[in-house]
């Protein structure tokens, strides 16, 4: 094959991938709109929260008799009861195709069957979050965030660096601490204006070398080695909207923090308050509308004194480990309380609560002992206008994307399916 491509011109460029400038020539178009003017109504936002190794079965689970609006909260549930009319759980839920029992979140929110590309051993598709975030993040400076934590191994979540996959089923990468999201939302630039400005056109400048090294490249290619390719120039393609997205806001100062920054070094249950303290944030001044969190264990147990391992913990039986088990999800349950009050309490522009414009998802694609029907789901919040303070029993082996969907749909995006969906779960609509 004839071609000038330089290979160590290419390296340079996948290694400039993670800041590169937008360029209309590649197909983006600048969306116009006054990025120092608030919305005159409230928009809508999406929060989907994640925890990896499932839950206690006998004790966060009501009777799949005691449904309606009148069940008995259990055990596990027991620090939600203020906010019972609040939120709906969902019974019946599951993915056709999961079937790792340590992947508490790679395909919960895409539901992709991950040997759908011939020849690959693994392989995903976009999660909920981020089809939200291209309906809903064209006017804020950031499209979506991803939340994670440092725990990378046994935690139960499975591959992936968050709970969110991009368009092409790529992992999207997460901020991991509460000092970091902080800053992130509220810290200005300390480069001033002029070496942010150059630092682009440095940028520009790469990647015109990159464009034009790899278009050479295309001729004589192999089918396999085209579609390499065309990905990586997808890859380019979305890397430019997001750095676009930056630039065009360079010179927008960032929003006033509501709150004060968060100490250092927090784990565990502190680490996880903090999390969702930021995100009502960042949702309340509107840096972002759509967000993500992949909850860590381990962690969590610590701080509340559990000396069982996580995977361990998920192996209960009766004793100590099921009692470990059944601490974690009182405490978890008391977070989540946490936060529904902090969305009922942050008001509208309109006198309106953050709640009535949020839709949340909560949950896991592992239900119990490394079981994977039955998925524990919670929804919350008004923004989708779905029917709360329910317990829903669904048939066994409802497509959990039928729930997504539900959201999807209920919020505006404009959406026929995702992942494995058949359709809007119809006990959900007010």
């Known amino acids: 094959m004839m071609s000038k491509f330089n290979r160590r011109h290419f390296l340079r460029g996948t290694g400039a991938l993670v800041a590169l400038p937008a360029l209309e020539s590649l197909g983006y178009e600048a969306k116009s709109f006054s990025r120092n003017k608030k919305p005159s109504t409230p928009p809508k936002r999406m929060i989907f929260l994640g925890f990896g190794w499932g839950v206690t079965n006998e004790t966060w689970y009501p009777d799949v008799k005691d449904t309606g609006a009148n069940y008995k909260l259990p055990k596990g549930l027991a620090p939600l009861a203020k906010y019972k009319k609040d939120f709906t759980l969902i019974q019946g839920c599951s993915h056709q ?20 590309v011939a020849g690959q051993s693994f392989s995903n598709s976009i999660s909920a979050d981020q089809v939200a975030a291209a309906a809903f993040g064209q006017e804020t400076r950031f499209t979506s965030m991803q939340l994670c934590s440092t725990e990378k191994k046994a935690d139960g979540h499975g591959m992936g660096l968050s709970l969110s996959w991009d368009e092409r089923g790529k992992p999207m990468s997460g901020i991991d601490s509460p000092i970091k999201l902080y800053h992130k939302l509220f810290s200005a630039d300390d480069m001033p204006l002029e070496q942010r400005q150059a630092a682009l056109k440095e940028k520009r400048s790469v990647m015109d070398t990159i464009f034009n090294d790899a278009k050479r490249l295309q001729g004589g290619l192999s089918k396999a080695d085209s579609e390499k390719l065309d990905e990586y ?18 010179t927008v100062p960032k929003e006033k923090a509501p709150l004060a920054p968060p100490s250092k070094g927090l784990k565990g249950k502190n680490e996880i ?16 509308r759509v967000m993500t969190y992949r909850q860590p264990v381990k962690s969590l147990l610590q701080s509340i004194g559990v000396k069982v391992a996580p995977h361990d913990m998920s192996h209960y039986t009766a004793g100590d480990r099921m009692a470990a088990s059944e601490k974690r999800d009182q405490v978890q349950s008391e977070l989540l309380a946490g936060l529904i009050a902090k969305l009922k309490a942050t008001k509208e522009v309109d006198g309106s609560s953050l709640y009535d414009h949020v839709s949340l998802a909560y949950g896991s694609n592992i239900r119990s002992i490394h079981y994977l029907n039955n998925c524990p789901t919670i929804i919350a919040g008004g923004g989708s206008k779905l029917a709360m303070g329910q317990h829903l029993v669904l048939p066994d082996d409802t ?26 779960i119809k006990e959900l609509q007010v």
């Open 399 to 424: 497509p959990l994307c039928n729930v997504w969907l539900s959201m999807l749909k209920g919020s505006g995006v404009k959406v026929d399916r995702h992942g494995d969906s058949t359709g809007i």
């Open 273 to 288: 308050k903090a999390m969702y303290d930021l995100i009502v944030a960042a949702l309340q001044t509107d840096t972002t």
């Open 97 to 116: 195709y999961t079937n790792e029992a340590h992947w508490g979140s790679t395909f919960w929110l895409t539901g992709a069957n991950r040997y759908a």
């Open 233 to 250: 120039f997808q890859g380019i393609r979305d890397i430019e909207n997001r750095i676009s997205k930056d630039e065009q806001w360079l």
